[in-house]
């Protein structure tokens, strides 16, 4: 296997096993490698897995699921009761929803269940006005706001949670491909938000995932 190495023991490590980054990867290869860890008898998520890739692996992995909004292909989705979940995923618009799944197929990855909530930004901040006694029955929370990222920091001074925010590239002019979302969440004067890279759904889900097992452990 000269083009590939995987990290067989890294659930081991550090308790969640290895992800695939698929966009730069051929079908053969996200192929072979899937098929390893399918003849491993373990899980596996590739993710940013473009739509015609995803539907040529289904084709070798019928019983897979491919996810076209987030690009995340699981070799086998676990069914969670995402009603009781104690990880909340906010978004801010519904053009932030490639983030939000792929956030939500990592955690399904991990066997956590996740609340998804969206639409709740601030141009109409009464609908996440009216979902505060849902939101709080989370544990740990992932914002994801482009334009001008101010959800995070709404968010932040609402709810005493620790929070994961995520900056996308959904904007247009000075949004800039989700900077300004991400200058705003890093100089948010909401105290203790985390931020991740723009569009960062799979690093959020880590965050929050760590988070939630120590708060767990306890």
Known sequence: MDDYNLDTNREERLGFPEVVYGSSKSVDLLRRILNEYQ?????????????????????????????????????????????????????????????????YYTLNLLNVPAKRINDVGVAGIHRLFDRLDDIKTCRTLIVVAGFEGALPSVVGGLLSQPIIAVPSSVGYGVATGGMAALNAMLSSCANGISVTNIDNGYGAAMAAYRILKQIEAK
Request: glycine share 4%; net charge negative; proline share 6%.
């Open 39 to 103: 003849t491993q008898s373990r899980n596996a998520l590739a993710t940013r897995v473009q739509p015609e890739k995803g539907q040529a692996l289904l084709e070798y992995f019928p019983d897979a699921h491919y996810d076209p909004v987030s690009q995340c292909f699981l070799l086998q989705a676990n069914d969670l009761d995402d009603e009781n979940a104690r990880i909340g995923i906010l978004s801010a618009g519904s053009s932030d929803l490639p983030i939000v799944n792929e956030a």
